[in-house]
Antibody, heavy 117, light 110 residues
Framework: QVQLVQSGAEVKRPGSSVKVACKAS????????FTWVRQAPGQGLEWMGG????????KYAQKFQGRVTITADESTSTVYMEVTSLKSEDSAVYYC??????????WGQGTRVTVSS | QSALTQPPSASGSPGQSVTISCTGT?????????VSWYQQYPGKAPKVMIY???KRPSGVPDRFSASKSGNTASLTVSGLQAEDEATYYC??????????FGGGTNLTVL
């Protein structure tokens, strides 16, 4: 059973960047795929993008193209999601999840990112 | 692309059945057999309850069932229990490496 543990909460200034980590255990990173989903306060879920480390290529929702970068480090079994040019509207809980191709399985505990001046 | 449409709330008494709808378009729900449903408690991560329209992962009670007709998918919770009170989200593949979620339905067990 793959378990995902995410990095801690972040407080950032508008215009800065944030990089959230998602460490996987219980599986070989190269054999897994991952996705990122965010949830603004009191709002629903929003798919951001995903990566299959074995292929090294990431895919992104059109809304996040150019502002979000998803990477993977197989040596540490960690997947990263970086958001640049942060705005107050980016304040949300960010989740990583195991991408089963047709659904999302194990989820991390979530990382709260607060963007405030 | 717009989010999938779910009713904001649903309710039922213990033991009853409740059905939550999820309406998309012919470009997402109507085109793919990749609809899933997630249960989320406040402050917790989502948990998959249904995948590929009708399949239940190991450990999910068989009180949870789902179906799809045209552009609308549905989740039915039978024999409602207090622990079923949560927010439920549907999700669908929308082609071109894109996924959509519904706005969520708050299920209340009366």
């Amino acid at each position: 059973q793959v378990q995902l543990v995410q990095s801690g909460a972040e407080v950032k200034r508008p215009g800065s960047s944030v990089k959230v980590a998602c460490k996987a255990s219980g599986g070989t990173l190269s054999r897994l795929a991952f996705t990122w989903v965010r949830q603004a306060p009191g709002q629903g879920l929003e798919w951001m993008g995903g990566i299959t480390p074995m292929f090294g290529t990431a895919k992104y929702a059109q809304k996040f193209q150019g502002r979000v970068t998803i990477t993977a480090d197989e040596s540490t079994s960690t997947v990263y999601m970086e958001v640049t040019s942060l705005k107050s509207e980016d304040s949300a809980v960010y989740y990583c999840a195991r991408d089963m191709t047709t659904w999302f399985d194990s989820w991390g505990q979530g990382t709260r990112v607060t963007v405030s001046s | 692309q717009s989010a999938l449409t779910q009713p904001p709330s649903a309710s039922g008494s213990p033991g009853q059945s409740v059905t939550i709808s999820c309406t998309g378009t012919s470009s997402d729900v109507g085109s793919y057999h990749y609809v899933s449903w997630y249960q989320q408690y406040p402050g917790k991560a989502p948990k998959v309850m249904i995948y590929e329209v009708t399949k239940r992962p190991s450990g999910v009670p068989d009180r949870f069932s789902a179906s799809k007709s045209g552009n609308t998918a549905s989740l039915t919770v039978s024999g409602l229990q207090a622990e079923d009170e949560a927010t439920y989200y549907c999700s669908s593949f929308a082609g071109n490496n894109n996924w959509l979620f519904g706005g969520g339905t708050n299920l209340t067990v009366l």
